[in-house]
């Protein structure tokens, strides 16, 4: 049982690791846009009007609500495969 258990956590590992990776190449993207954002000039920008900022903007929100939103699901996902982990674990009837 403890083979298995050690297999499992080891997939679960590479899992994270590549959860991880993909998490931090949205973050470079939320700071890219971050970055493109803050050089915008304040005034007389030429975004296609009123209509194109809105959409700039509404472009920079989602990415950042993306990330956000992949991190929540990263904790969730280490919270639920722990907490069978941690059963297995407690479970000494099963050897």
């Known amino acids: 049982m403890q083979q ?4 499992l956590i080891g997939h679960l590992s590479v899992s ?6 993909m998490l931090d190449a949205e973050r470079h ?5 971050a970055q493109v954002v803050h050089a915008l000039p304040d005034r007389n920008p030429q975004f296609g009007g009123f209509d194109g900022l809105l959409e ?9 609500v993306s990330y956000l939103h992949g991190l929540a ?11 069978v982990v941690l059963k297995e674990m407690d479970d000494p009837e099963e050897e």
């Open 29 to 33: 993207i939320a700071v890219k846009m």
């Open 16 to 21: 994270h690791q590549q959860l991880a990776r």
């Open 56 to 64: 700039g903007a509404y472009t920079v929100s989602k990415n950042v």
């Open 73 to 83: 699901e990263l904790q969730e996902a280490l919270a639920d495969q722990l907490t």
């Open 4 to 7: 298995v258990l050690d297999e």
